[in-house]
């Protein structure tokens, strides 16, 4: 997908699906001269949708890194955000965290029931993990599966849903859930980095108990 993008959208999506890069590591991704990638980043820098900064790293020269500013991050758009908090207060206040709760329940039961049944032909939970991968970054999570250690890191780069997560952190528990329910019981699945906190991503370690 990232090599059909036009060549400064490329670099956006690198950054969000990266997190901070030097110039060197970016054109190495972009498959471009360090020279042609530096003038990308100084136009997304014009634009504001992209900053340098310089960090130091033990006793060698301090490194320049780039990173997406909040106009590069708002390029990856909250799904319907404006919309979507507004029906959360107004069922919270006419209704109740009650009816709020139900409805999340009600969306969770759903997902775990599709998810289980995408899953169920998966033999291992390597299979299992890149398959719900697969499932995430459908949703616009821009989800991926890396190997950590004896276990995987499911990482959604995106939350399409981060108005709402933030308005209700509901959400942000019925998806863990969902996650621990879909892998079952033997499978230990705990959320590392998390969007609402502040990082840059949402990741998951999962492994066998």
Not at 104 to 113: D, F, G, P
Not at 144 to 162: R, T, V
């Amino acid at each position: 997908m990232i090599n059909n993008l036009p060549d400064h959208e490329r670099a956006l999506w690198i950054l969000k699906t990266k997190g901070d890069l030097p110039l060197t590591a970016l054109a190495d991704i972009l498959q471009v001269t360090v020279e042609g990638a530096r003038f990308q980043l100084l136009k997304l820098a014009g634009e504001g949708l992209v900053k340098a900064n310089t960090i130091a790293k033990g006793r060698g020269r301090p490194q320049q890194v780039y990173s997406l500013t909040p106009l590069g991050q708002a390029r990856f758009p909250d799904t319907h955000a404006d919309l979507t908090v507004r029906l959360i207060n107004t069922m919270r206040s006419t209704l109740g965290d009650d009816a709020l709760d139900a409805v999340i329940k009600a969306q969770q039961k759903q997902a775990t029931e599709r998810y289980t049944a995408e899953l169920k032909p998966m033999q291992d939970l390597s299979q299992k993990v890149s398959a719900l991968a697969n499932i995430r970054n459908a949703e616009g999570y821009m989800a991926e599966m890396e190997k950590d250690g004896d276990g995987y890191l499911l990482i959604e780069n995106h939350c399409p849903i981060c108005a709402a997560a933030t308005a209700c952190q509901g959400f942000c528990k019925a998806e863990l859930d969902t996650f621990k329910s879909v892998l079952g019981k033997q499978v230990k699945v705990e959320r590392v980095d998390h969007i609402i906190l502040g990082a840059r991503r949402c990741a998951y370690k999962i492994e066998e108990k």
